[in-house]
């Protein structure tokens, strides 16, 4: 174990570390092979990572002491077993992600209320904002979007991991995924491009669990499973300054298939701008309760695996 | 020497940023818009990169630096209306 696995890091320094050859290779067994000696190779791939990471390792575990007594309504018992299982479902995400993009067929499904509210706002011609989270499988939502010709989709990305999943994408996999924005902070160009798409009647998809990747970017303390964590102000200006519809949408695994829910928080069109201070305090505790929900019910698809309170040894 | 474009941009920093003690005449065109100047931050920019979206049909490069060298002062900004606008 090298002594700089313990240095503290950013997420981004962290997070998706499996390594692109290593994902092609995983790939390549996925449709050459078939599911089961994939499974098989990916249960030595999590164990390896889960003896290699112990900063992930940490991280996990004091999520896990956070949302347990939520979720079942007592302490973890077994933890080690817990975190490993956490670990599984990550490793099992990142898979499905690949296949999502490389257009393997997926098993999607959205109860009648959330497809109704979807094709709504599809027809809307309004666009919006979609607020999304670390919790579940956003990219699957995103392959979606490739399932029907009025829905499209613009995906925020912090560019250092866009730049690996292109990387990967384009020599695994035969497709592109949805259109993606590289962003290691939002600028003005960036906000003027994504109005358009917004304009154009199309969807942008933006992760507002993360700390923001420029040390310059702004975030604010929120409630968050009993303790303030720093939450990114960006995607919360963002939703205030464009002026649209805005949703919240959550995808999980549920056993063979892939759950999907959409669900509307929001709509800043006529939002003044001396209320906006507010309104941003509001909606950023609003979207750590909706992310608390989604964590309560399924508490192990939470991928992040790296310090996320501020009481978290860095 | 002040252009009608560029008197027509004082109006859409003002309204736009709805700054209610700054008149047209309070803007410089050759002071800093952010940080020093007018003393506006970066969701400022955003906000008004939107506007110059909305009014004008201006396009950016994702460029930062491009940005900042088109944001910096009100005459660059009236450069960059001039040269691109669509509308």
Redo the contacts between chains.
């Keep these: 174990m090298s002594a700089t696995d313990e240095a503290p890091r950013h997420w981004a320094r962290i997070q998706e570390s499996g390594s692109v050859a290593g994902m092609r290779i995983m790939v390549w067994i996925r449709r050459r092979l078939g599911p089961l000696p994939f499974r098989f190779m990916l249960v030595w791939v999590i164990l390896y990572y889960y003896l290699r990471r112990p900063l992930a390792r940490r991280a996990s575990q004091r999520y896990l002491r956070r949302i347990w007594p939520l979720h079942a309504g007592h302490p973890p018992r077994g933890l080690k077993r817990l975190v490993l299982r956490h670990f599984w479902a990550f490793g099992q995400s990142l898979m499905d992600k690949v296949a999502a993009w490389s257009g393997m067929p997926l098993d999607v499904r959205l109860e009648a209320d959330h497809r109704a509210r979807l094709d709504t706002a599809i027809r809307s011609g309004r666009g919006g904002l979609m607020l999304v989270s670390h919790h579940g499988n956003l990219e699957i939502c995103s392959a979606m979007s490739e399932t029907r010709d009025d829905f499209h989709v613009t995906q925020l990305m912090h560019t250092r991991n866009a730049e690996k999943f292109n990387t990967l994408l384009d020599r695994s996999t035969q497709r592109r995924g949805p259109e993606i924005v590289e962003v290691s902070?939002?600028?003005?160009?960036?906000?003027?491009?994504l109005?358009?798409r917004i304009n154009a009647g199309g969807f942008v998809v933006i992760a507002a669990d993360r700390e923001p990747l420029a040390d310059?970017g702004r975030t604010r303390d929120i409630d968050f499973l009993g303790e303030p964590a720093p939450f990114p102000e960006g995607p919360f200006?963002?939703a205030a300054?464009?002026r649209c519809p805005i949703y919240t949408l959550g995808c999980v695994r549920e056993g063979g298939h892939h759950r999907v829910t959409f669900e509307a928080f929001d709509d800043t069109s006529t939002l003044r701008?001396?209320d906006r201070e507010h309104w941003r305090e509001t909606a950023m505790q609003r979207y750590a309760a909706w992310l608390t929900e989604q964590c309560r019910h399924y508490p192990l698809q939470w991928f992040n695996f790296f310090p996320f309170w501020h009481t978290d040894d860095r | 020497m002040t252009t009608e474009l560029e008197r027509e941009l004082k109006q859409l920093i003002i309204d736009t940023l709805e700054l209610e003690d700054v008149t047209p005449e309070d803007i410089d065109p050759d002071e800093p818009l952010f940080v020093e100047g007018l003393g506006l931050d970066s969701i400022d920019a955003l906000e008004l990169g939107l506007a110059l979206q909305k009014t004008y049909g201006i396009q950016l490069q994702a460029d930062s630096d491009d940005t900042r060298r088109h944001f910096a002062n009100l005459r660059t900004l009236a450069t960059l209306v001039e040269e691109r606008r669509v509308k």
């Design positions: 902070e939002i600028t003005p160009a960036t906000a003027m491009r109005a358009e310059t200006w963002l300054l464009l701008r001396r």
